[in-house]
């Protein structure tokens, strides 16, 4: 499991991720497609603290050089 994303992708996940999460908690107020959002912030999170992405591997994908 070798690191996978750049440090510019790991941070863009996680701003995006926090985005996700106050839209879910302030807009949608936990409804359907707000917990489908938290569960995307979710993995967006735990993807960029790890910094391996299981998608970007299936595809061949790669950010970090």
Do not use: H
């Amino acid at each position: 499991m070798a690191v996978n994303m750049a440090g510019w992708d790991r941070i863009a996940r996680l701003i995006v991720a926090v985005a996700f999460i106050l839209v879910s908690a302030f807009v949608l107020r936990f409804n359907t497609l707000g917990i489908i959002l938290t569960v995307i912030a979710v993995v967006f999170i735990l993807t960029a603290l790890v910094g391996w992405c299981p998608l970007y591997t299936v595809l061949g994908f790669r950010t970090k050089r």
